[in-house]
């Protein structure tokens, strides 16, 4: 695949994923849930509360993120075939396997919300232990973003600019975000959480006008 084509894939890509989180945020404000009260452990009770807030709310909420995950997975993998010469090939395959782990771990998030939404509706019995793997699956989901993006960062960094910019604003804002809300009782840590999402939309959003002048950079010298 040429140089010119993979820009143009990876600033589609960047813009798919940037409007589902949109959905997401749209989808979770319209039906008052969303995934994210999901993602702390809980009694079952107050989960089984919770998932009857709005059922068909938080499926559109859950498709949006079903979405996204396919959208940033496919980015990202495109985003290791583009730098592969820009960095280690080793360093691309690393960042890759640690978003490959974290796009896992947010679809089976996703999933056994659906599942316990199914077992609310229906009767079945909810757990607070499901409740707690749920957490753990999540925090662990994050930590395996953060290490891949630390690493794409640094192939970021060497595509202008622009690129530069994304780079720093991984390595001093969004990592450092994201670690400090693990230090942080999570009855306090929400701004941070917010302004986590925030930083991510960003990225995706600075990287449409990033793969785009350089599809056309490319197209120009071919």
Partial sequence: MSETATNRILALLALLSALSVIGILAA?????????????????????????????????????????????????????????????????????????????????????????????????????????????????????VYLGSFLFAFGFARLGALGTFIALGIWFIFVPLGLAIYVTPLEFARPLVIARGLYFILTFVLSVPLFLGLARRSAAQA
Avoid: C, W
């Fill in 28 to 144: 979770g404000l319209q039906a008052g849930i969303s995934q994210e009260p999901f993602q702390a452990a809980r009694l079952a009770d107050e989960n089984v509360a919770k998932l009857l807030t709005n059922p068909q709310g938080l499926r559109f909420n859950i498709g949006f993120d079903n979405a996204f995950i396919v959208f940033y997975t496919t980015f990202f993998a495109f985003l290791a075939y583009r730098i592969r010469t820009l960095v280690s090939r080793e360093v691309a395959a690393i960042a890759l396997g640690a978003l490959l782990l974290g796009a896992l771990l947010d679809a089976v998030e996703n999933h056994h919300i659906l599942t316990m939404l199914y077992s609310a509706e229906h009767g079945l019995p909810i757990s607070t232990q499901e409740s707690q793997l749920q957490m753990l699956a999540s925090s662990v989901k994050f930590q395996a």
